[in-house]
């Protein structure tokens, strides 16, 4: 193999839905993610392995003791120093692999510094968020800059994702689908429970692979599609 920095992903080069053309493209990419809780470390923790060029994350709290039950990129000396979620993830993601450029932003997104958070060239957004109302932020935003993203959501033992891409030719919006955000029950949303582990790693797979699959292969958009699925349908 001619480069050496494609060694790491060799295995995954054999799927020929990436093969080394597909690898190279996902090396070149540039992701933003918005969240860093429980599928916010799932999502980023899978794009750096599989090799992403570029991953920004934004996230403005800090590691609690009660967050290491599932998201999985800090530990307990993280949330002892009460480290930024960003940062630690950030660190954490740079010995899992060197060649990915990780950049940390401690921020609030909100209306006044989204479409500044934007500006690097992304071509893709993934919602690693906790709360609608950001979401629908993001989904404004991506439709006036055409930017891909894709919603993800994780409570309790279900989950939900769907992958928006903006403009003619492109699927229906968040928006689009749902003009205003439902009421109670109609949305997964912040709760003490949170996300059980095994429930919040559909999610983010999903949400990554969309990342992967369409930046190596650069499919056309299919329909928006919400999908939901639970994670207590096994027994034992």
Same mark, same amino acid.
């Given at each position: 193999m001619a480069d050496q920095r494609l060694q790491r992903y060799d295995r995954q080069?054999?799927?020929p839905q990436i093969e080394e053309t597909g690898q190279r493209r996902l090396m070149a990419s540039r992701v933003l993610l918005v969240g860093c809780g429980a599928l916010g470390t799932a999502i980023a923790d899978?794009?750096?392995?599989a090799g992403v060029g570029h991953l920004t994350i934004v996230d403005r709290d800090i590691v609690e003791l009660t967050n290491l039950q599932r998201q999985t990129l800090f530990d307990e000396a993280d949330a002892r120093d009460e480290m930024p979620k960003a940062i630690a993830a950030a660190n954490?993601?740079?010995r899992v692999n060197s060649e +990915? =450029?990780?950049?940390?932003?401690?921020?609030?997104?909100?209306? *006044?510094?989204?479409e500044e958070l934007l500006r690097p060239g992304f071509a893709l957004v993934l919602d690693g968020t906790d709360n609608v109302q950001t979401r629908y932020l993001i989904n404004d935003v991506a439709v006036k800059h055409g930017l891909p993203w894709v919603y993800g959501a994780a409570v309790g +033992? =279900?989950?939900r994702v769907m992958g928006i891409v903006p403009g003619? *030719?492109?699927t229906p919006c968040l928006r689009c689908m749902f003009p205003e955000p439902a009421g109670p029950g109609g949305w997964p949303s912040p709760s003490p429970r949170g996300p059980r582990c095994p429930s919040r790693a559909a999610p983010p797979c999903r949400n990554?692979?969309?990342h992967i699959r369409s930046t190596a292969r650069r499919p056309r958009p299919r329909p928006a599609r919400l999908r939901r699925g639970r994670g207590n349908r096994g027994r034992g």
């Open positions: 080069m054999l799927l899978q794009l750096v392995r954490r993601l740079r +990915v =450029e990780v950049t940390p932003i401690v921020a609030d997104v909100h209306a *006044g510094n989204l +033992v =279900e989950g003619t *030719g492109g990554s692979r969309r």
